[in-house]
């Protein structure tokens, strides 16, 4: 980013120019970098899935603002990419000292949800660039973080990552989606979830790489994850 100050007084402004150079790159350092004043490190002992892990001391952590496919279990089928998605990350970080940034303490599966870390490198934005997972908005999570992350997606995406090759072949997906602009969730066209919002947080979408593009992504209960078998 180019910061140009147009003033007559250089001399005089000097100092202010200076201050701003530094706080431009405090902020970049205090996004990017693991080590921060909130975060905590552990080791990586292992992957569940392509969102969550256990460290050594057993602590479940879950990477914010994303989503992976899920594994089978509970007698539910396996989504598509679910085991892809598992390998990158493990390949990634199991086995390895990262840095978590919480942004809550416990969600209501008992893990520590947050921004992860491995040396400079922001583990939430690598899985959504490799395809393995998705963008998924949360009302609470760091606005710009999130921003950081669907711009990740947006570039993914066309480049066809991953699980979106196969995403973009469905026949749902070139459907007409209906979003709820407070949850950034969507629905399809007409089903029952869509007549359901509220006429000031509809937003239509003209096929569900539309709604995946502005950061919306399909409600868990319209089931359009395909299985593995799929």
């Not at 007559?8 to 350092?29: I, P, T």
């Not at 509970?74 to 390998?87: F, I, L, M, S, V």
């Not at 840095?99 to 949800?113: F, L, M, N």
Request: proline share 3%.
């Amino acid at each position: 980013m180019l910061i140009r100050f147009y003033n007559n007084h250089e001399k005089q402004n000097g100092a202010a120019r200076g201050s701003v150079l530094f706080l431009c790159v405090m902020v970049c350092f205090c996004f990017f970098s693991a080590w921060n004043c909130y975060g905590f490190e552990g080791k990586v002992k292992s992957v569940i899935d392509g969102d969550t892990f256990i460290l050594e001391n057993n602590e479940k952590i879950r990477l914010a603002s994303i989503d992976a496919p899920e594994l089978g279990h509970d007698g539910k089928p396996e989504q598509y990419y679910a085991e892809e998605a598992r390998e990158i990350l493990s390949k990634m970080i199991l086995n390895k000292i990262v840095v978590i940034d919480p942004v809550e303490t416990k969600d209501h599966y008992g893990r520590t949800v947050g921004w992860v870390y491995l040396d400079n490198s922001f583990v939430n934005e690598l899985m959504i660039a490799s395809g393995a997972a998705f963008f998924y908005f949360h009302p609470n999570n760091d606005p710009l973080k999130q921003n950081f992350l669907l711009q990740t997606q947006r570039k993914a995406m066309p480049e066809m990552k991953g699980f979106w090759r196969k995403i973009f072949s469905l026949k749902d997906f070139n459907i007409k989606w209906v979003g709820n602009m407070r949850s950034r969730r969507c629905f399809r066209d007409g089903s029952n979830f869509s007549v359901t919002i509220m006429s000031r947080n509809k937003v239509r979408f003209s096929n569900l790489g539309e709604a995946f593009m502005k950061g919306y992504t399909p409600a868990r209960a319209t089931m359009f994850w395909p299985n593995v078998t799929d």
